[in-house]
T-cell receptor
Framework: GNSVTQMEGPVTLSEEAFLTINCTYTATGYPSLFWYVQYPGEGLQLLLKATKADDKGSNKGFEATYRKETTSFHLEKGSVQVSDSAVYFCALSDQSRAGKSTFGDGTTLTVKP | EAGVVQSPRYKIIEKKQPVAFWCNPISGHNTLYWYLQNLGQGPELLIRYENEEAVDDSQLPKDRFSAERLKGVDSTLKIQPAELGDSAVYLC?????????????FGPGTRLTVL
């Protein structure tokens, strides 16, 4: 079956540091890939997405590139802020399985001033 | 537009008691999902509806869990009887076929504690 593996956390960074959260996946076919973010006390919300190989999703300074050859979708940000502290989930949606989604276990990011 | 609404936000019950969660999706969204999220893990799908029809309930423990989506709008997830291991956050999400491929909109969740 499909699976998503995320870099284990928690991750603690100082403000303005560079962020990378690794994500690799296993899937049949050509899934769409997503990063969701969950702030304390809130539901998951979409951060960015990519629907085909070599696509780059970007939002709020975050970026991730769909790498089919390495089955990866790593999340990056050049300069994190305290407000970026949250849990980040990598996910895939398998269109060959009627859009069934699989989520990683999440990576907790804490940014200190 | 209003987001996905869930209630209650928190629920504490004793084991063997019944419990129900309610979800109202974003208006116009025909697909509704119920997920289970254990502490430190990602959401795991329990059931997915397309309008009124449950199209994927393979992960729903049918001996104690049930769900319904009458009229294809809001939905209720029930557990009867609850067990200690059911303590978790229950998430509802919705999506529209016309939107981003596979993107889902999540509610804040219901945190269930079974004592």
């Amino acid at each position: 079956g499909n699976s998503v593996t995320q870099m284990e956390g928690p991750v603690t960074l100082s403000e303005e540091a560079f962020l990378t959260i690794n994500c690799t996946y296993t899937a049949t076919g050509y899934p769409s890939l997503f990063w969701y973010v969950q702030y304390p006390g809130e539901g998951l919300q979409l951060l960015l997405k990519a629907t085909k190989a070599d696509d780059k999703g970007s939002n709020k300074g975050f970026e991730a590139t769909y790498r089919k050859e390495t089955t990866s979708f790593h999340l990056e940000k050049g300069s994190v802020q305290v407000s970026d502290s949250a849990v980040y989930f990598c996910a895939l949606s398998d269109q060959s399985r009627a859009g069934k989604s699989t989520f990683g276990d999440g990576t907790t990011l804490t940014v200190k001033p | 537009e209003a987001g996905v609404v869930q209630s209650p936000r928190y629920k504490i019950i004793e084991k063997k008691q019944p419990v129900a969660f309610w979800c109202n999706p974003i208006s116009g969204h025909n697909t509704l999902y119920w997920y289970l999220q254990n502490l430190g893990q990602g959401p795991e799908l329990l059931i997915r509806y397309e309008n009124e029809e449950a199209v994927d309930d393979s992960q729903l423990p049918k001996d104690r869990f049930s769900a319904e989506r009458l009229k294809g709008v809001d939905s209720t997830l029930k557990i009867q009887p609850a067990e200690l291991g059911d303590s978790a956050v229950y998430l509802c999400a919705s999506s529209s076929k016309g939107q981003y491929q596979g993107e889902q909109f999540f509610g804040p969740g219901t945190r269930l504690t079974v004592l």
